[in-house]
T-cell receptor
Framework: ETGVTQSPTHLIKTRGQQVTLRCSSQSGHNTVSWYQQALGQGPQFIFQYYREEENGRGNFPPRFSGLQFPNYSSELNVNALELDDSALYLC???????????????FGPGTRLLVL | QKEVEQDPGPLSVPEGAIVSLNCTYSNSAFQYFMWYRQYSRKGPELLMYTYSSGNKEDGRFTAQVDKSSKYISLFIRDSQPSDSATYLCATPAAGFQKLVFGTGTRLLVSP
């Protein structure tokens, strides 16, 4: 086990609704990254937070937003849900935001979101 | 063109076979390469990483990078049913802020 937990494990929403997904990183890990993994695809980078500040963003619209808290927890918020948002959402934590942070990204089990 | 390409499989082999999993990448600036294993309903777990060209061995697993052809491989010797999973190749990009993944290859090892 990586020590990274996510909640909830599964979620069903309808189009247009808003959702908040939660992640608890390993203690001491200052960096959290969020990924979207559609069925049959590899994870796609959404954004990364380092010490509560956004530290990079992928090609996702502004309705995807995040927060990181001092207690090593973080949130991914998605507004105005669309059918294509149905996917597995993964968070990954790592020690710091340095050059090799990606080398030690520890993934949680993910939250499976279904948008109807 | 995708930055990292991978055959989605599935790849079915009998127990004990040698497995070869492969990826190609487009950006010659990529230097670090990782292999993640993802079991069904789980998050990816880091198996191995390599830097630049060459081989790296860890038990039954060998990772190989050929920068001249932009080709990375993972070999699994004496494959076991417990190796059945999806294998994802990945590389850090954008100043190491993100990992770029291939689509993953689903491996099935039958007893």
């Amino acid at each position: 086990e990586t020590g990274v937990t996510q909640s909830p494990t599964h979620l069903i929403k309808t189009r247009g609704q808003q959702v908040t997904l939660r992640c608890s990183s390993q203690s001491g890990h200052n960096t959290v990254s969020w990924y979207q993994q559609a069925l049959g695809q590899g994870p796609q980078f959404i954004f990364q937070y380092y010490r509560e500040e956004e530290n990079g963003r992928g090609n996702f619209p502004p309705r995807f937003s995040g927060l990181q808290f001092p207690n090593y927890s973080s949130e991914l918020n998605v507004n105005a849900l669309e059918l294509d948002d149905s996917a597995l959402y993964l968070c990954a934590s790592s020690l710091d935001g340095g050059a090799l942070a990606s080398e030690t990204q520890y993934f949680g089990p993910g939250t499976r979101l279904l948008v109807l | 063109q995708k930055e990292v390409e991978q055959d989605p499989g599935p790849l079915s082999v009998p127990e004990g076979a040698i497995v070869s999993l492969n990826c190609t990448y487009s950006n010659s600036a990529f230097q670090y390469f990782m292999w993640y294993r993802q079991y069904s309903r789980k998050g990816p777990e880091l198996l191995m990483y390599t830097y630049s060209s060459g081989n790296k061995e860890d038990g039954r697993f060998t990772a190989q990078v050929d920068k001249s052809s932009k080709y990375i491989s993972l070999f699994i010797r004496d494959s076991q049913p417990s190796d059945s999973a999806t294998y994802l190749c990945a590389t850090p990009a954008a100043g190491f802020q993100k990992l770029v993944f291939g689509t993953g290859t689903r491996l099935l090892v039958s007893p």
